[in-house]
C-alpha cells in the first residue's frame, strides 16, 4: 500500500460502450476523490463490440470537462494496475443484488492482491439501474436506437 496524500480511485470496466450509468456513477464520485482514472481493462481472451481505441476516445470525450477524471487503459490484474499508480481506491456501481454478490467476492480479493486496495460502492440512481453495457450492445446490434442509454458525445455509427 502506497502512502499517497492524493486521493486515486480507479473505475475499472470494460466500456463496451461506455453508458449513462458509468457516466452518472463518476460524476457522483468526483467530490469523493482528487482523482479519478477511468481505466479500460484488456482481457485479450475477450472479443469486443468496439475497439480499445473506440472505447477510449469516446470516454475522453464525455469526461473532457471533468479536470479530475483521466481515461486509461491496462492489460493484467485490476489490483496491480492500481498500485502501479499509486491509486489506493477502487469505484464500482451496485445496480441489484447480483452485482452486489459478484463484486463482494472481488473486492474481497483485491483487498489481499491489492495490498489492503479498498473498494468504493455507490449505488445507481433508479433511473439508471436498469441500464448495462450489454444491454445496449443487444440493441446496437439488433439495429435499435441506443442513443437514450449513451451519454452526450458517444455516437454509435448504424
Ligand atoms: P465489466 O465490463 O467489467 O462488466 P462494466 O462496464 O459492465 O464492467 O461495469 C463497470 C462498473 O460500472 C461496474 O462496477 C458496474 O457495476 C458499474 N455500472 C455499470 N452500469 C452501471 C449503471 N447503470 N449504474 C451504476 N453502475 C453501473
Not at 5 to 23: E, L, N
Not at 44 to 59: A, D, G, I, S, V
Not at 68 to 91: M, P, Q, W
Not at 116 to 139: C, D, K, M, N, W
Amino acid at each position: 500500500m502506497t502512502n499517497s496524500p492524493i486521493k486515486v480511485a480507479v473505475f475499472p470496466g470494460s466500456f463496451d460502450p461506455i453508458t449513462t450509468g458509468h457516466a452518472e456513477l463518476v460524476r457522483r464520485a468526483v467530490p469523493l476523490f482528487d482523482k479519478i482514472v477511468v481505466a479500460v481493462g484488456v482481457n485479450t481472451q475477450k472479443k469486443y463490440l468496439f475497439p480499445l481505441e473506440q472505447r477510449l476516445e469516446w470516454l475522453k470525450a464525455v469526461f473532457a470537462d471533468e479536470p479530475k477524471v483521466e481515461v486509461s487503459s491496462f492489460e493484467g490484474l485490476t489490483a496491480h494496475f492500481c498500485n502501479k499508480i499509486d491509486a489506493r481506491y477502487l469505484l464500482r456501481g451496485l445496480r441489484n443484488a447480483s452485482d452486489f454478490d459478484y463484486e463482494k467476492t472481488i473486492s474481497q480479493l483485491n483487498d489481499i492482491v491489492g495490498d489492503g486496495l479498498e473498494t468504493v460502492f455507490l449505488i445507481s440512481q433508479p433511473a439508471y439501474s436498469h441500464i448495462s453495457s450489454t444491454i445496449v450492445r443487444e440493441i446496437i446490434k439488433g439495429g435499435g436506437d441506443a442513443s437514450p442509454f449513451l451519454p452526450k458525445g458517444v455516437e454509435v455509427r448504424k
